[in-house]
Every structure is written in structure tokens, then in C-alpha cells.
């Protein structure tokens, strides 16, 4: 078994990169662990590719990355349709647009708001994702097109995506370049895995890595535009058998239109 970036472009897990560049807030050092899409283990150090690594390494479960989810025609496709809608400002140099429900994360409350669906783009990507073992079952309820620039110095804090609204699985395409989803636990001080996210591949971050771990994205690693298309499920309160299933039901009946205009600013993730 060869790498799973082997020989489809430079990936941050061939690279050697810098443990000394990371510090966490109190100035002490971080061990950087680089996930292994191959073994689904970050490798201390991990400098080498897959089957070859050394040394220590941690279990890392709950990520899944499909390459080449789209084309690169596609890429150039989605990517245009989103720069006709305008971004809104964002955190940390961020721009967004949103597709989804208004939520008040703090009160707990939910409104349609001015959503009317998801993007029209997005109904072929679904029944894409559909085909993956993975998302056989993946209802999308909203869907959050993020840029990050270098230029702006974009970046997202470590955070939790919120659990009352959101499923378990998160589901991004990354456009437009590659960069590094990095996770953090306070119950493994000094820890970072950092997986991959290449250019116009899928990942779905699901189990112990979205609920136990925190995620984020560091300055240094926005390199080039990058556009990240999220997409995000209902939570178990939201869909069938759960108490607010009817809320559920409505806000998924009108993401499914496929018939969306952005709705401003609504929602955080969390
Ligand atoms: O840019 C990304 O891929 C991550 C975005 C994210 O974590 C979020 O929107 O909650
Ligand atoms: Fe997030």
C-alpha cells in the first residue's frame, strides 16, 4: 500500500514540517501529529509516507477523505457560481455565505429565517456523496461557503461545531487549494494532529474527531485562496424520532428544493 497522496501532488504529510513553528498559548511546545489518511493514525513527526512510518503515533478515528471528489472543471464550475453570490465579512479574515436555518446557539432557537435551500450546485454534489459508504444516509440541511485568504491572514479558532442543531457528520469540499484541518483535545494538552485537506477532495469529519476533538486551521497554512463548501446534517433531536422532528422535517423539505439564494448573516457553526 502506497500513500494515499502518493503521486497526486505535494501533500503537508511528505512535507516536513516545522514542530518548532507551533506553540501553544502558554509558550510550551506542541507535538504535531500528521494524520495518515492510509493507516487513520497521526505520526508524531511523520515525515515519511505510508507504510514507511516511525516512531510514535496516536489513533485518530473518525476522519474520511475522498480525493478528487470533484474536477478540476467542476472546481472551476462551483467556484464561479459561488463568486457570484457576495461574501459577508466573517472572524479572523474569514468571508462567508450561508445556505440554512437562523440559529441562535446560545437561547437554543431556531428559525427558517429567509432560507429557501440549499445552491442549485449543490444537488449533484449530494447525490455524489450519497455513493460514499459514508453518506449513504447524508440529508444536508445547510451549507456554509467559507474563503480564507492569505492576503486577509484568514484562519478559524479551534472550536466544537455546535451539537444541539448539527449531526454528527461534517462534510466540506475544499476548493481552490490545500490546507490543514489541525485538532486539539484538552484531554491531550500539548497534542495537534493535523490532517490534510487537498485541493478538491472531500473529507467528512464524524465520531471522536468532531465530539471529542476541537478543530481549526492555522494563518500559516492559508497559502492561497481557499473556498470551503460545508455542508451539515440535522442533530438526533432534529430528525425522526426526536422532539423537534416536525422543525426538523419543514427546514429539511426547503434545503431540498435546491432552489437557495444566500441568506446573510445568519449562522455560525457553532
Ligand atoms: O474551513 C474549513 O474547512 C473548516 C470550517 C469550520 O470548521 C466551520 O465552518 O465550522
Ligand atoms: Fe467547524
Known sequence: MTCACKGIRTCPICESRGKSQIFNNDNTDVDV?????????????????????????????????????????????????????????????????????????????????????????????????????????????????????????????????????????????????DTVLYFVSDEHPNVEVQVPMFQRSLIVVYGAARDKWKHGIHRADVKKTRLAVTLRELSPEFSKGGKKMDEGKILLDIALTFKGQAVGTTTNAR
Not at 446560545?106 to 429557501?116: A, D, I, Q, S
Not at 440549499?118 to 474563503?147: G, Y
Not at 492569505?150 to 476548493?175: A, Q
Open 33 to 177: 501529529y500528521l494524520y495518515c489518511p492510509s493507516c487513520q493514525k497521526g505520526w508524531l513527526e511523520g515525515k515519511t509516507c505510508h507504510p514507511n512510518h516511525i516512531g510514535t503515533s496516536i489513533e485518530f478515528p473518525g476522519i474520511f477523505i475522498k480525493q478528487d471528489f470533484v474536477s478540476e472543471t467542476e472546481e472551476a464550475n462551483i467556484s464561479s457560481k459561488i463568486y457570484q453570490t457576495p461574501f459577508v465579512e466573517s472572524q479572523s479574515g474569514r468571508r462567508k455565505q450561508d445556505f440554512g436555518p437562523k440559529v441562535n446557539f446560545k437561547k437554543k432557537k431556531l428559525k427558517c429565517g429567509n432560507f429557501c435551500g440549499l445552491p442549485e450546485f449543490s444537488k449533484d454534489l449530494h447525490d455524489r456523496m450519497l455513493k460514499l459508504d459514508i453518506l449513504t444516509d447524508f440529508v444536508p440541511v445547510e451549507q456554509c461557503h467559507l474563503e480564507y485568504s492569505p492576503e486577509r491572514g484568514s484562519s478559524i479558532d479551534p472550536h466544537f461545531d455546535d451539537f444541539w442543531v448539527w449531526g454528527e457528520r461534517l462534510v466540506t469540499l475544499n476548493l481552490l487549494s
